[in-house]
């Protein structure tokens, strides 16, 4: 069957179209995307201004064109932090619904770290073992752990790359006094998080970051992955730590041109190295290893999961042993 996803998170609504069957990897057969940065129109009060609205309908109703022409089995669209946490999110998804004829289910933090954990654990398998999480998103920043395809605990923090770069560093390129206070901010919500929800499990047997922002600096950092040997691209905490006075005395315009770098990203992705790096810091990691599965992959892997909800079946013992 024919699947489509619209995803509207703080930057990008991203429509994503895969042929899929249970028992099968999900094959890719469409992807787009519209550039939102919604946390630059945000007002005083947290709600979204009449403009990004606009943006967000315009964006989701190109989207909702594109699955029409293409013809899909069925469409699932979900939002995340940026709607979920603005004053005027219920009406905004009121309007979307009114307007576009598309009805958004909003993800909850936990939703979306459960369900990045899932395609994180079926992108690299069971003897990944004990993985612990980050996926950094434009609003938030998830944290999971757990050796299941579901976490056993998982967190949501407001220390998204675009979220950070507005709260935090708004001058461009930012000053140092702004880049230490976002970093004191961060290192005291991990901190916190770590000794109170993550204190009690095992050292993980493999780090994992997801996302955009995460891709982002892994490619700047430390190269793609391979294409070859099939090796996954990683981040090191010493390569991050030594671009990170680069990224900081650049504007979003020079980043954008850095390899890795997308337009979308050049403004917000020195929040992102700062937030990404006070994290490994925080919980001890040198190296994270890049999942190129994420929460889009696995809202679908959900969808094939609930169509084959029966499982497989029993192994039938043979009439002569039986």
Known sequence: MRLGVIDVGSNTVHLLVVDAHPGASPAPYHSQRSVLRLMRYLDADGAISEEGVRRIIDAIREAADTVREIGVDDMIATATSAIREAANGEQV????????????????????ARITMLAVR????????????????????????GADEYPDVQVSLPLGAGRSTINYLPEDPPTRESVSLLRAHARAEFTRVRDEVFADRPRPKRVVGTSKTVRSLARLV???????????????YVGLREWEPTLRDMPGSVREYLPGITPERGYQIMAGAVVLRTAMKVFGV????????????????????????RGAEPVREHPETA
């Open 286 to 309: 040198d190296t994270l290893t890049i999942s190129p599965w994420a929460l889009r992959e696995g809202i679908v892997l959900r969808y094939i999961d609930a169509l084959d909800g």
């Open 93 to 112: 998804l009121a309007r979307i619904a009114r307007e576009t004829g598309v009805a958004l289910r909003v993800l909850s933090g936990e939703d979306e």
């Open 122 to 145: 079926r992108w690299l398998g069971w003897s990944a073992g004990e993985i612990l999480l980050f996926d950094i998103g434009g609003g938030s920043f998830e944290i999971a752990q």
């Open 222 to 236: 430390g190269g793609p992955a391979d294409p070859v040997t099939g090796d996954l691209a990683q981040l090191h």
